[in-house]
């Protein structure tokens, strides 16, 4: 016989219940899954951003290390420039002073030996004048001609060492500096130029002149050697023009004189500041050729610097700069 069990049935909730128990079964194995999935993935990840982070760390200090030899380099140059500036500006110094002692022995020998010469210098005129005044008249004409002729030698060859002379004092001669008008020391010097060439007529133009820091008694043989070529030189011209101005460059004052005189050639420009260098035959314009080398000595001595511009017959420019007064 065969024993029949009673199974009791499901109901209709408790088979719903095991329907969504099952699915929630199978949503947790998914999800697990999923989870698992992105485990795997961020670990990746994770260990990519430390393999990048590693890079870029190994970079960083690849880079301070560059940096560090750089800047180490850099150090090392800087100093060896700085060594290199010292000795030249040691050695520059050192040029400077052989050059000054090399000049004062240059200048004090000009000055003994154009003092010694002016003796001697002084007998020949007066024993020359002695000659024609007792003994014209028992002089044959050529013999006269010979006397005037040392007597006139004479005379150039003392202009010429008093200006040597004058020119080796500069030197000498202490500088005092201090504010200086410009303006009124110009038309100082045009009204004595003036007063002295009476017979000449020339167009003066004064521009503005600003002040400044020198010593007055040598800016003032500046001018009067400057002023005094420009009237020399534009003789003959109708009408001889001299413009006086200054030319306001950023850096400092250029003061320039110009003129429409006989001019010069333009090659020659540097050799003109030199003691006796002319460009113009005595016959034609006269003088012993120190006026510029005395401008020139006075305006280095001010830390300044001169320059000219001129074109043959179309009159000449000389410029000039001084320290700019102080700013106040
Ligand atoms: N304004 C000018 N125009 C043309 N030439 C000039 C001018 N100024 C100077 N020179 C030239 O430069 C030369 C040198 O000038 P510097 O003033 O030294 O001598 P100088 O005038 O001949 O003689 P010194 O001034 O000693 O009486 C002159 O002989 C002349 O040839
Ligand atoms: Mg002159």
Redesign the pocket.
Known sequence: MTARINLPTETDAEMTIRLLQAELEATNREVLALTVELESRVDERTAELRAAQQQLQKSNADLVQLTLQLEDRVTRRTGELQKTRDDLETRVQERTKELQAVNQELESFSYSVSHDLRAPLRAITGFTELLSQDYAAAMPDGARRYVEVIGQCAVRMKNLID?LLAFARLSRQPMAKQLVKVSELVSEVVQELRRDQRQRQVQVRIGPLPDCEADPSLLKQVWI??L???F??TRGRDPAIVEIGCRLDPAEPVYF?R?N????EMQYADR??GVF????SETE???????????HRIVQRHGGRIW?E?KVNE??T?YFTIAAPPQS
């Open positions: 200006d050697n400057l005094s070529n420009a020399k030189f004189v003129d005189g006989v001019g010069f003109l500041f260098q002319r460009l113009h314009f006269e003088g012993t050729g120190v006026g510029l080398s005395i401008v000219a001129s009159g000449a000389f």
